[in-house]
């Protein structure tokens, strides 16, 4: 058994679409699975595709082999995060166990080896960033923190639908807050030459895991962790044909965008009446 590193990229360009060296790319995650020293890259990749498609029933079946707790832990972050299944046009980067590394794209046949993407928006999420936010039995925290004289820390992780248009998946160390920090969506203004962007409020909250970890008496609560953010609105945009019908996005007044006022060209020679 040796550590492999898996890390997973979708295609923001072209999903379902062999993957070309003009597309964007988003890290999806990382981890390290435990496989055989003489695993190859296809076949670490191959095993990632079926961890990550299969349904959870039937993960450890006689096809794909026993699963590991860390491989494990990745699929459940995989999912509580919500990131779409793997397909056609989406690259895997697999590290072996001396640290070199293959990149590989999904095609529909099989994995094809690519030289490494320069178009990558966002690094892939670590599974260690969420490990502490899901790790422990509940019994055993409570035993834990009645031995220690300590106090209970509440550690969730939440889907905020902010006002800014973002959905943010944050893991915390307390309740959901608020307002929060996300993007520069809302406008903002200029303190002492800085700028400083509006907060978004939220607006609906999802509670995707929660449990309860022992802390020292008074200890600090840790800063909350963005793990993923995507749009809760479509983009705005312009028809490239200048035809009718442009899309201002949902929340037009709230995320910035353009409103869309219809005008009443008139071509020269018309009468304005
Ligand atoms: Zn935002």
């Known amino acids: 058994?040796?550590?492999?590193?898996?890390?997973?990229?979708?295609?923001?360009?072209?999903?379902?679409?062999?993957?070309?060296?003009?597309?964007?790319?988003?890290g999806a995650i990382t981890f390290r699975p435990l496989l055989s020293a003489h695993t190859s890259?296809?076949?670490?990749?191959?095993?990632?595709?079926?961890?990550?498609?299969?349904?959870?029933?039937?993960?450890?079946?006689?096809?794909?082999?026993?699963?590991?707790?860390?491989?494990?832990?990745?699929?459940?972050?995989?999912?509580?995060?919500?990131?779409?299944?793997?397909?056609?046009?989406?690259?895997?980067?697999?590290?072996?166990p001396v640290g070199e590394i293959n990149w590989l794209a999904c095609d529909l046949d099989g994995w094809r080896p690519?030289?490494?993407?320069?178009?990558?928006?966002?690094?892939?999420?670590?599974?260690?960033?969420?490990?502490?936010?899901?790790?422990g039995r509940l019994s055993a925290d409570l035993e834990a923190a009645g031995e220690a004289g300590g106090e209970m820390h509440r550690l969730c992780v939440f889907e905020l639908f902010l006002s800014c248009g973002h959905i943010a998946t944050v893991a915390r160390d307390g309740w959901y807050p608020v307002s929060v920090a996300c993007c520069d969506r809302l406008g903002g203004i200029v303190s002492r030459g800085d700028y400083i962007p509006f907060a978004s409020e939220v607006e609906g909250i999802n509670l995707l895991s929660e449990r309860y970890g022992p802390r020292p008496g008074g200890a600090r609560r840790k800063p909350g962790v963005?793990?993923?953010?995507?749009?809760?609105?479509?983009?705005?945009?312009?028809?490239?044909?200048?035809?009718?019908?442009?899309?201002?996005?949902?929340?037009?007044?709230?995320?910035?965008?353009?409103?869309?006022?219809?005008?009443?060209?008139?071509?020269?020679?018309?009468?304005?009446?």
């Open 226 to 273: 963005l793990l993923r953010r995507r749009p809760r609105t479509d983009d705005p945009y312009t028809r490239a044909d200048g035809g009718a019908c442009p899309s201002a996005g949902r929340f037009p007044a709230r995320v910035g965008a353009p409103r869309y006022i219809p005008v009443r060209l008139i071509a020269e020679g018309d009468s304005a009446s």
């Open 114 to 135: 690519i030289t490494r993407p320069h178009r990558i928006d966002g690094e892939p999420l670590d599974v260690d960033v969420v490990r502490p936010f899901l790790r």
């Open 1 to 26: 058994m040796s550590s492999h590193r898996i890390s997973l990229y979708h295609n923001l360009t072209s999903p379902f679409v062999p993957y070309s060296d003009s597309d964007w790319l988003t």
């Open 41 to 96: 890259p296809d076949a670490a990749a191959d095993w990632a595709f079926n961890a990550f498609n299969t349904d959870r029933l039937h993960l450890a079946s006689p096809h794909t082999g026993p699963v590991d707790a860390e491989s494990l832990l990745a699929i459940k972050v995989y999912r509580l995060v919500r990131l779409p299944s793997l397909a056609v046009g989406d690259v895997a980067a697999v590290a072996g």
